[in-house]
């Protein structure tokens, strides 16, 4: 076989990614978009290999902190009446589970096909706009989705439009929707695209979140909507918090991109990450906006991009899920 010079410094340059992506975590002088550019230039020019080894260990370090397959969402068996639960942020703030509280929580774990084959975690980056996954990420066993993103009309070419489970922030409810007084009936249409998917909520993280989430679950049941709506367990995500800051992610909090991803690592045997992009250009230098649908920037100190991304980067190196950086090949 004619190997070409490049061809040779292929498999030495493959081979040094996970060196190359760790030592960009531990530069002092903080991160650049060109240093994180490039290493992404040379991971997209290696061919990926999903490690089941390196995916099982993975996932046996996370059951064994938090558990996602019993833990992840507050249920009537992880969560008994009569309760003192403590909140996620403030911890020594606790909430009474009464009969009324009790009733809203699904008997046990809900996702009944555990564990899925082929899962979508698919974040809301600019990157997806004329990506064309969107056929690919509908292929998927379970799609999981942040924050009430739009998946109707053109785009959904470009981010598909299936949802099983989509997360929705309680800043979204107070804000876009006026805390259902209001806009209520666009909320209802709004989420109608999300079929019957459960949509998630931080309940139990902050009580300033209590209230939001309460009024998103009558408001679904009484209007009997098709979506299910289940809470985040505050223990679960403080224990994946304390997990993530062992390996340097120490932000004031998680997002809500890296709460899922690692929900999925435990719930399904291949993930796929898509719209996973916190940065101002492509590695072809075009500009990319935020989100795919606005160019809102992220509360400054709240989350911690970079670190979190390179988390994902080391995960995508060694095999325990993929990233996609660039258009879908469309079959």
């Given amino acids: 076989t004619y190997l070409n010079e490049k061809s040779l410094q292929m498999p030495a340059k493959c081979e040094n990614l996970q060196d190359d992506v760790e030592s960009l975590s531990n530069k002092i002088d903080g991160f650049s978009e060109d240093d994180y550019l490039q290493i992404i ?17 993975f996932r046996a ?32 703030k606790k909430i009474h589970i009464g009969e009324s509280i009790f009733n809203m929580f699904p008997v046990s774990q809900p996702f009944m096909d555990y564990p899925y084959n082929q899962c979508a975690v698919v974040g809301n980056g ?12 509908d292929k ?46 666009v ?3 709004d989420i109608a695209a999300y079929g019957d998917a459960f949509l998630l909520l931080p309940a139990f993280s902050f009580r300033a979140n ?29 224990q994946l918090a304390l997990f993530w800051r062992t390996k340097g992610v120490a932000a004031f ?5 890296l709460m899922i991803t690692s ?25 990319v906006s935020h989100h795919y649908y606005d160019n809102q920037l992220p509360k400054q100190g709240f989350h911690e991009m970079p670190k979190e991304y390179n988390q994902i980067l080391q995960l995508h190196v060694k095999g325990i899920l993929k990233l996609q950086f660039s258009k879908c090949e469309i079959a």
């Fill in 61 to 92: 370090q996370l059951a064994s902190c938090c558990d996602a397959v019993e833990n992840f969402i507050v249920s009537k068996n992880n969560t008994p009446v009569g309760t003192n639960l403590s909140y996620e942020v403030e911890s020594r």
């Fill in 263 to 287: 929900v999925a690592v435990e719930l399904c045997e291949n993930v796929k990450l898509y719209g996973f992009w916190p940065f101002s250009k492509t590695v072809e230098d075009t500009p």
């Fill in 210 to 238: 209590t209230g939001a989430s309460f009024k998103v679950y009558y408001t679904v049941k009484k209007s009997k909507a098709r979506q299910k709506v289940v809470f985040f367990h505050p223990k679960y995500l403080r």
């Fill in 126 to 137: 600019g990157i997806l706009n004329k990506s064309l996954c969107g056929a690919e990420i």
């Fill in 41 to 57: 230039t040379n991971i997209q020019s290696c061919p990926w290999k999903r490690q089941a080894e390196e995916h099982e260990k």
């Fill in 140 to 185: 998927s066993d379970f799609v999981f989705r942040c924050n009430l993103p739009p998946t109707t009309g053109n785009i959904s070419k470009d981010v598909g439009s299936k949802t099983n489970l989509v997360t929705v922030n309680p800043s979204i409810i107070s804000i876009k929707y006026a805390n259902l007084k209001d806009k209520k009936a």
């Fill in 253 to 257: 909090r998680l997002s809500s991109g």
């Fill in 187 to 189: 909320f209802l249409k």
